[in-house]
């Protein structure tokens, strides 16, 4: 029996085998699995596959196949088309390898017939989705469709090589991942992990904490493995030096043993004799064909993996029947395999493996190449079906570039993604607009032409959150449109980016709307009432009264024309102008409207928006339990959306939420979540707070982790971030540092300081006054917070972080101030208002700061209470996992305990006078020879001992000879 046609018994991967087995035979009892199967090209991935289709057959259930494919032709959810495509072709029988079915290769967007449709499946019609259905349904339905497939007996669902896989598919996976325990389902899962881009790795990690989720790398076989393969494949036991040179060679890569065995063709040899590389082995494979078949085979790899006889006979301007018989001989030597072609509704055939398809393709020249590109977009735009295979027609017609029809080659490729923004697929779309993009020149496209599909790519990369490329493309339209003349496309430009707030774009989007309104008639109509949405919304940060002004202004142009996308756009700029703590209440009534209009007209950007503004205007009004209702309506939208951005804003609510409420673990994991996202995208208005949340976390556990960085240069009206940076390095014990960076802090007044962040930079920046014992910052910001007594510690637009009641900054600064009476007054509200609210972590500062206040006031029962506080709040701060918070508590207990009391110790008074010379406490660390922390640790117990507040008074406590404080909190 020749080599080519012997059937190869499958060797090793007993291990493998069993697992998949086990997974299988739970899928089969109604625990759902994923199972994700990895190696390099060659290493048996698809031949464990079959045998995985045979286990099943065995357990009675049924198998259909997808197969995702490195051709840019294909459409959006490829393999999971060729699937649903399969099921309804197929009632209650086996598809793919194993009881005579084959994988489906091919599939028509939409069902046809439906002569063996399983009973209820109705494949979605991929084509007809918009945004305003979403993803969210699609991926309802198809799981739907596969858990019914299932039926009673279970379904294997394998996608091959999805490493190649669509963005969008990989996203489906993920989905059905998250409810496959629900159903008679396993998905095997196939890919080279030596191949893996971005999206499958973020899928992979998305994958990775699932408890369906099981995953296992395919590596080289054993040396007796590999002779047990040549044995097969040659008929013959290989000599053992013959098994060891292969071995060696190959590494037990199952497809080069196979190959090179085949070239051995029944001769021994040894290692000096065998090919240089595996193109080598393919090259002598080929050779072996006749020459018609092999210039057959040649033109075919260059078109795709699938072979469409017809199509190929078309494109080559050969004769049908010519093809087949050349085809015919390539099957029999084992290049090509016999594959069920869902779109013809029959057979066809396919290349063996893909490195066979790539060896054979290098043997065709460039002119050859684009000529025969050229010839199947031309065949196929000719078919009645062309409209089906979009994709596939712009993918020939550019790769028949730069030969072929620039124009054209343009043309199919925004209809191709036009068909896949419908899809929601918006990597897909935001690719193929570049790729008409690149040849708009050549297809000497007009101005007004390139900047449309500027603009169209630009749309697609912000829904795909690839903000830097999204910049890129909308000032590459916004000059077309400037040498046009066109001010309305330089509105229509700068509008792409409404609802995302980035600091990089601010100043340029605020430019470019100014650009547009200045270049339209000043009369009501909905552009103008759009753009002054927009204007008003970029000077939200810098100039509130100007958006004030004009947010008000866009808000009653859009109800005059009677436009409702214009009012929703209004709306978010008078949320953002009233972001304030004076417009809370607003935001809120602004919130209720904007959901209402989103669920009246089913405009999920609306419901979302109107749900994230109810969230942080409760957030700020301390009502966290409402709050926190706001976000499972808020994940139900997002994951409808299916952008990466609603998904930002979806994990920032909830990390906010879990670190108010004391739970760290989940606010770590969230807030990493939301910092990736936001790194990937190149949004600085979602990178930047995302680092500081984390920052915010390291300075509340004291965890260490990898080391931070100080932050880059941020917009100068965002203090919080510095300021955030200064706690973090006083936490760190790192003082001076601290130091420097709060000297170079611009004073926070409502002036200065962006209305969404008033609140929560007055709280970090009392913070710090108190720490650096700077009265002057105290008494400016005492006054301004007290109007806001009442409301939360967080963001106005945007919450981060919720940092508790306003009396707890309000009372840090009376007690800056010496004011020691309205200090208790404030911290005792600030304790109960957090404790009754449910954040803990802020409930056990209000406590710790109000111990201390009552330990330097001295009047009868403070000192008690003082300890009492103390070691309560260290107790919350040991179960929540507040390090630094215990540890202070702990040190101010013992101090009020007696076991420091009474006069400074030798030390401690050392310790004064240095301090009285006004020396850092580096400096102290230096001349005293201790730790530069034990010198912080000994000006604490100088200041409780002494009931001072700051280091100035300990230099004039010095200076008057250290007289005795028989009434301070360490005497008796």
């Known amino acids: 029996m020749e080599a080519a046609t012997r059937q190869i018994r499958f060797v090793g991967r007993e291990q493998e085998l069993a697992w998949i087995e086990d997974r299988l035979g739970a899928a089969a009892a109604g625990a759902g699995q994923v199972l994700l199967l990895a190696g390099e090209p060659g290493a048996g991935k698809s031949r464990l596959a079959e045998q995985a289709a045979a286990v099943a057959a065995r357990l009675g259930m049924r198998c259909c196949w997808g197969r995702a494919t490195d051709e840019e032709g294909n459409p959006a959810y490829w393999p999971f088309r060729q699937v649903l495509r399969a099921l309804e072709q ?27 449709r399983p009973a209820g499946l109705v494949v979605p019609d991929f084509g007809a989705m918009n945004e305003a259905e979403s993803r969210f349904r699609l991926f309802e339905d198809v799981s739907g469709l596969l858990a019914a497939g299932a039926g009673k ?20 996976l993920v989905y059905l991942a998250r409810g496959a325990a629900a159903a008679r389902l396993a998905v095997l899962a196939i890919y080279r992990d030596t191949e893996i881009g971005e999206p499958l790795r973020r899928t992979l990690a998305a994958l990775a904490g699932e408890a369906s989720v099981t995953r296992v790398r395919l590596t080289g076989l054993a040396e007796s493995e590999v002779g047990d393969l040549l044995a097969g494949v040659t ?64 033109a075919a790899a260059v078109l795709g993996s699938a072979v469409d006889p017809p199509a190929l006979a078309a494109a080559a301007g050969w004769e049908v029947a010519e093809v087949l018989d050349a085809l015919d001989e390539a099957a029999a030597a084992g290049i090509l395999t016999t594959a069920r072609d869902a779109r013809a509704g029959g057979t066809g055939s396919r290349f063996g493996h893909d490195l066979i398809r790539e ?14 590109h050229r010839r199947m977009a031309e065949h196929l735009i000719g078919r009645v079906d062309a409209a089906d295979r979009t994709s596939e027609v712009a993918f020939h017609l550019l790769e028949s570039l730069p030969a072929g029809d620039a124009a054209l080659a343009a043309a199919w490729a925004e209809r191709a993604a036009e068909q896949a923004m419908a899809q929601l697929a918006w990597e897909e779309a935001a690719a193929l607009y570049g790729r008409a993009v690149a040849v708009a020149g050549d297809a000497a496209l007009s101005g007004p032409d390139r900047c449309r599909l500027l603009l169209a790519r630009a749309r697609a990369q912000v829904r795909a959150y690839d903000m830097v490329e999204a910049r890129r493309s909308l000032l590459a339209a916004v000059d077309l449109a400037r040498e046009a003349g066109d001010a309305r496309t330089v509105g229509e430009a700068a509008m792409i980016m409404e609802g995302v707030s980035d600091f990089v774009w601010d100043d340029v989007g605020a ?14 109509s909905v552009l103008r009432a759009r753009l002054l949405a927009q204007y008003a919304v970029s000077h939200a940060w810098s100039s509130p009264g100007e958006a004030e002004t004009r947010s008000a202004e866009a808000l009653a142009m859009a109800e005059r024309v009677g436009d409702r996308r214009a009012v929703k756009e209004a709306l978010r700029a008078r949320q953002l102008a009233r972001s304030g703590p004076d417009g809370v209440t607003d935001r809120l009534a602004l919130g209720d409207r904007m959901l209402a209009m989103g669920e009246a007209d089913r405009d999920d950007d609306a419901v979302l928006w109107g749900r994230l503004w109810r969230f942080d205007a409760l957030a700020q009004l301390g009502r966290l339990d409402r709050a926190e209702a706001e976000l499972a ?54 990178l930047v707070p995302s680092h500081a949340f984390l920052l915010n976390l390291r300075i509340l556990t004291g965890s260490s982790g990898e080391p931070i960085d100080a932050p880059g240069p941020v917009n100068p009206g965002i203090v919080v971030v510095p300021a955030i940076w200064a706690s973090f390095l006083v936490a760190a014990g790192r003082r001076e540092e601290a130091r420097q960076v709060y000297r170079t802090l611009q004073p926070a007044t409502s002036s200065s300081v962006p209305p969404f962040l008033l609140v929560a930079v007055f709280a970090l920046i009392t913070e710090l006054a108190a720490e650096f014992g700077d009265r002057e910052t105290a008494a400016r910001t ?26 707890l900054p309000l009372g840090r600064a009376a007690a800056t101030l010496g004011r020691l009476d309205d200090a208790v007054r404030h911290l005792r509200a600030a304790a109960e208002v957090n404790e009754r609210a449910g954040t803990p972590p802020m409930a056990a500062f209000s406590r710790y700061e109000l111990a201390r206040v009552l330990a330097r006031r001295r009047r009868p029962g403070d000192r008690d209470e003082a300890a009492a506080l103390a070691e309560s709040a260290g107790a919350a701060a040991g179960e929540l996992g507040m390090a ?17 009391a009474g006069p400074l110790t030798r030390r401690e008074d050392e310790i004064a006078v240095l301090v009285s010379q006004g020396l850092t406490s580096r400096q102290i660390a230096a001349a005293a020879h201790i730790a530069e922390r034990t010198v912080e640790n000994h000006v604490q117990h100088i200041l409780v001992k002494l009931g001072f507040t700051n280091r100035a008074q300990i230099a004039a406590w010095v200076a008057s000879g250290r007289p005795r404080r028989p009434e301070g909190p360490g005497s008796e």
């Open 90 to 116: 197929s009632e209650g029988a086996q598809d793919g390898p194993g009881g005579g079915r084959d994988r489906p290769e091919g599939g028509r967007d939409r069902a046809e017939g439906g002569r063996d």
């Open 153 to 172: 007996d279970g379904l294997l669902v394998v996608l091959d090589d999805l490493h190649w896989a669509d963005e969008a598919s990989l996203r489906l």
């Open 235 to 298: 008929g013959w036991p290989s000599p053992e030096p013959v098994v060891g040179a292969v071995s060696r060679r190959t590494r037990g890569n199952p497809f080069f043993v196979t190959e090179l065995a085949r070239l051995l063709g029944g001769e021994q040899g040894d290692e000096a004799e065998l090919p240089a590389g595996v193109r080598d082995a393919v090259r002598g494979r080929l050779d072996r064909l006749s020459a018609w078949c092999g210039q057959v085979v040649s």
């Open 359 to 372: 060896a054979a393709r290098l043997e065709v020249g460039t002119a050859q190449r684009l000529t025969l």
């Open 511 to 524: 430019a470019l709307y100014a650009e547009a309104l200045a270049g339209i008639p000043e009369q009501d």
């Open 633 to 686: 309506p808020i994940d139900v939208v997002a994951r409808r959306l299916r952008s990466p951005l609603t998904r930002w804003h979806a994990l920032r609510c909830r990390a906010a939420i879990a670190l108010a409420r004391g739970r760290f673990d989940d606010a770590v994991v969230l807030g990493e979540q939301a910092l990736e996202l936001s790194r990937r995208a190149g949004h600085e208005g979602a």
């Open 782 to 807: 005492y006054p301004a917070m007290m109007p806001y007594a009442d409301l939360f510690a967080c963001g106005g637009a945007g919450v981060i972080t919720i940092h508790g009641s306003m009396r």
């Open 884 to 900: 630094p918070l215990r540890a202070s508590c702990a040190e101010l207990a013992r101090s009020l305990s007696g076991r420091v």
